[in-house]
């Protein structure tokens, strides 16, 4: 049973930082094509904030682009720091893992709450 397990969200004030992880189990590293997270803000569609791509190929949202920085180790864990946080980035992010077979895997979401 494949399961994420995501920490680091709180509250922030704007212009501080904070780091996210992910931590994947259940499935092998060689079986992960992609590692990435999303946020929900309230009223909002769930967006793509980051994600690596096997080979690592890295995606960012022009929203978070110079502010945010992914990264993933060697073992299955995603990493997601973010600086310079705004209130706009206030969102629960969720963590995704892809298969090599195109199954989809989603964290819990952690709340990250930016205070202006």
């Known amino acids: 049973q494949v399961q994420l397990v995501e920490s680091g969200g709180g509250l922030v004030q704007a212009g501080g930082s904070l780091r996210l992880s992910c931590a994947a189990s259940?499935?092998?590293?060689?079986?992960?094509?992609?590692m990435g997270w999303y946020r929900q803000a309230p009223g909002k569609q769930r967006e793509l904030v980051a994600d690596?791509?096997?080979?690592?190929?890295i995606n960012y949202a022009d929203s978070v682009k110079g502010r945010f920085t992914i990264s993933r180790d060697n073992a299955k864990t995603v990493y997601l720091q973010m600086n310079s946080l705004k209130p706009e980035d206030t969102a629960v992010y969720y963590c995704?893992?892809?298969?090599?077979?195109?199954?989809?895997?989603w964290g819990q979401g952690t709340q990250v709450t930016v205070s202006s």
């Open positions: 995704r893992v892809v298969s090599r077979w195109s199954n989809n895997y």
């Open positions: 259940g499935l092998l590293f060689r079986s992960i094509n992609a």
């Open positions: 690596i791509i096997d080979g690592g190929r």
